[in-house]
Structures are given as structure tokens and as C-alpha cells.
């Protein structure tokens, strides 16, 4: 029953994480294209870090004996504003990391999937932070000196 729980976690982790890639790499594209080259950087760095991660869950589902699916992904936003992007992506943090927690539990006692887990659970958690940290200093210097600061 847990590899079947991990199975589908994983696949979970493929389908959606890709989506979150793709939309952050074109994310990417509009910050270049507004000039806020610094996020730009961080959210091209960031999509294919998440790549990373779509590429490794795609090879343990092969490794346990599943089939991996390439599922329909649902539509994503796309913000011109950066602190309503930085909004939304750091309430999907949020709320995926509770829902990896779970899986990176169920996957304990399968050491190369938690590993794979774990790093990715602490990834992003770290984006969770930067997430905050970002609101936390629009709040104390002003939006316009934070874009200032992405140029």
C-alpha cells in the first residue's frame, strides 16, 4: 500500500511540478521583458531547478515498477505585477509543502524516494522563506524600492 501511495504521490509531483516549471520560466520572460532582470534570473534558475526535481521522479517511478503519465495540466496565472506573482507562488509553496510532508513521511522507509523527498521538501522550503522575506521587505521599504532593487 505505501509504494502505491508513493507511486501516486510521485506522479502528483510530475505533472504539477512540471506545470510550475514551465510557468516559471515564463514568468521569467515577462520580468526580463518589464526589465526586472534579477527576478527574471531567479525564477529562470528556479524552473529548471524544478525540472531537476520532474526529472528525478520520473526515473524513481521507473525504478519501482510504475508507469509514469503525462496528465493534462491545468491553466496557471501569469502576473506583469512581480509582488502578485511573489503573492501566489508563495501561497503554492504553502500549500504544497503540507501536502509533501505527508508523502515525504509515507516514503520513510523507501530511503532513495524519502532522500529525493526530503531534498525537495527543503528546496521548497527555502522558497517558502524567500517568499516571505520578499513581503516582509516590500512591507518595510515600499514596493517601488523593491522593484528597484529586481532591476
Known sequence: MAKEKILEGLQIIVTDLAQQADGHQ??????????????????????????????????????????????????????????????????????????LAALVEEARED??????????????EEDMYWGEQQLDLIECIGKQNWLIQQL
Open 111 to 124: 530511503y532513495t524516494t524519502f532522500d529525493i523527498l526530503k531534498k525537495y521538501y527543503q528546496d521548497e
Open 26 to 99: 515564463i514568468q521569467s520572460r515577462v520580468f526580463a521583458s518589464e526589465g526586472f532582470t534579477k527576478l527574471a534570473d531567479k525564477y529562470a534558475e528556479h524552473a529548471e531547478e524544478e525540472r531537476g526535481y520532474v526529472q528525478q521522479c520520473i526515473d524513481r517511478i521507473l525504478d519501482l515498477g510504475g508507469e509514469v503519465k503525462l496528465e493534462a495540466k491545468k491553466e496557471g496565472p501569469v502576473c506583469k505585477d512581480p509582488v502578485d506573482w511573489v503573492k501566489y507562488d508563495l501561497e503554492v509553496s504553502r500549500n504544497g509543502l503540507a501536502w
